[in-house]
């Protein structure tokens, strides 16, 4: 009995440690897209991006809502009253209103900030809202492991230009 209590705790412990392993890679993919996506603007003589909180949030709606829900990408949500991008951010109670935003969905069997943006960058209609001025210079970004039955484990990454 001792063995198997033992065992049960090592088998938690993994995958506690697991978990938070895969959070903080995410956590480190989330923040080198933002330094490539600010030196790729920078490059093209445009603002570079800061993190902003409601923009954060916002990313994490969808992002979370499309893994939870194993759907396809999309810009649309299907939760009452999150149907726009729009209405997701208002939903964060932000203590402003921007003039534009813009969303950006992609996935991806690894954690690669890289392959990210290069999805993005390949994109014409995705690229154009990357190298946009018309946003204040805010982002959120949120990339979230999709829980499905299959045995290969993707993402969603979910960016948010305002």
Known sequence: MKK???????????VSSFSQNNENEILETETLFIKLLNQYRIDNKL????KCK?????????????????????HKN???????LFDRFMSTKPDYVPLSLGECI??????????????????????????????????GIKIT??????????YIAVLVLG
């Open 4 to 14: 198997i209590i033992v065992l049960i705790s090592i088998l938690t412990f993994s």
């Open 47 to 50: 603002l570079k991006f800061e």
């Open 54 to 74: 409601y923009l954060q949030e916002t990313a994490e709606i969808q992002s979370t809502y499309l893994a939870e829900n194993s759907m396809p990408i999309s």
């Open 78 to 84: 299907s939760n009452l009253g999150m149907n726009s």
């Open 106 to 139: 992609a996935s991806c069997f690894k954690l690669d900030a890289n392959g990210i943006l290069k999805q993005f960058k390949n994109s014409p209609k995705h690229n154009e809202i990357l190298l946009s001025d018309t946003y204040i210079g805010t982002i």
């Open 145 to 154: 492991k999709v829980k499905n039955d299959k045995s290969i484990p993707y």
